[in-house]
């Protein structure tokens, strides 16, 4: 199987069957016998595809007189991403994606994806496109939420970091995880000796980070599967992490039976669109106000967990205000704002925040509480 044939079955199952690209490709990836090279190109292709489905859209859709069948239309996408933002030749990817179409519809898409290249070979810039959001490739309510969020300039620094790929990080032990997710696990500043919950800890990273400081570690999560990952980080790290299945807003432990809690809570995700190329697609405002009572909940069942003079820490993958300092601070506690003891972190309210734009890492949000003695 080629580089593009794999790239394509997944765009299929992504854009038809709603599946996740880093599970879906992940998957055909270790199944395949593709080398090294073409591994990363088959990447490239998916992720950049899923990011740019809008720009493509608009580059197709002047040379389409009817919409064409799903199959096709994600094949034309595979064809015009390569041709305006893959640095692909334009003679290979036209023809090797066309090589791709089934005989009935290979004349049409030879057809469209010739005149995609015309239109783009002086340069993407020179293409009209109806919105600078439309040009990014991103649903409008999220550009406009960030540039409510952020301003207009940020916003849209982080909305172009987030269509170049995300830098691979590699810890001390090995793990793969991004920067700014290192730098909320040393926000909790555990101490050898502590007992620490980690309450959303799937698949495990800030959990062994935290345990490489010689903390006790439970690292929780709803879904069996989720508790599974982190069982399995764990032991292939040999960290001293014991995995649970719990439901952070109804948590099976004792009152103040903690040193230090960790809440990275579920969320939209609009600080980590790189790395989730799909989730642009997938999430919508509705989500979000669903996910504001969810983290609220969570937050309000952790609280009484942490020991007088322990700390509650909060941490989103997201930009937004609403889904972060919006929350109040939970009964009993008190804000620490000291700053964060490593990261590139802006002030943001009684939290931090760091924008994809700052260090090259996904768009983050802190709170650090602490507990009255």
């Known amino acids: ?18 599946a996740y690209a880093n599970l879906v490709l992940g998957a055909m990836l270790d199944r395949s016998d593709l080398r090294e090279g073409d591994r990363r190109f088959a990447t490239d292709l998916v992720y950049g595809t899923t990011r740019m ?15 064409p069948d799903p199959a096709t239309r994600t094949l034309l996408r595979l064809g015009a991403y390569q041709l305006a933002f893959g640095r692909v030749a334009p003679h290979a990817a036209v023809s090797e994606t066309v090589g791709l179409a089934p005989r009935r519809t290979r004349g049409f898409v030879n057809a469209v994806l010739r005149r995609v290249s015309e239109r783009v070979a002086d340069g993407i810039d020179t293409v009209p496109f109806p919105s600078p959001w439309a040009k990014l490739s991103y649903p409008d309510w999220i550009a406009d939420a960030l540039v409510a969020e952020l301003g207009h300039d940020d916003a849209v620094a982080a909305l172009e970091r987030m269509n170049e790929p995300p830098p691979v990080t590699v810890r001390a032990d090995g793990y793969v995880q991004d920067e700014s997710s290192q730098w909320v696990a040393a926000a909790v500043e555990v101490e050898p000796g502590e007992r620490v919950l980690d309450a959303c800890a799937a698949p495990g990273g800030k959990s062994t980070a935290m345990a490489a400081s010689g903390a006790h570690v439970i690292g929780a999560d709803v879904r069996r599967h989720r508790a599974e990952l982190v069982a399995r980080n764990a ?24 040193d230090a809690v960790l809440v990275d809570a579920p969320c939209s995700g609009l600080g980590a669109l790189r790395r989730r190329p799909d989730a642009r697609w997938r999430v919508e405002p509705t989500d979000v106000d669903d996910l504001i009572g969810l983290q609220r909940r969570i937050t309000a069942g952790i609280a009484p967990l942490v020991r007088p003079g322990g700390r509650l820490v909060y941490s989103v993958c997201t930009l937004t205000a609403a889904e972060s300092i919006d929350h109040p601070v939970p009964p009993g506690f008190e804000v620490d704002d000291r700053p964060p003891p ?14 994809p734009q700052d260090a090259d890492t996904d768009g983050m949000v802190l709170v650090r509480y602490r507990r009255p003695t």
């Open 53 to 67: 489905r809008r720009a493509c859209d608009v580059l197709i859709d002047p040379f389409v007189m009817s919409p």
């Open 235 to 258: 032991e292939r790290l040999d960290a001293a992490v014991v995995p649970v299945v719990a439901d952070g807003a109804r948590p099976p432990f004792a009152n103040a039976s903690f």
């Open 342 to 355: 490593v990261g590139t972190w802006r002030r943001y309210g009684h939290g931090w925040r760091v924008l």
């Open 1 to 18: 199987m080629s580089a593009r044939r794999l790239a394509y079955d997944a765009l299929r199952r992504i854009e038809d069957d709603g």
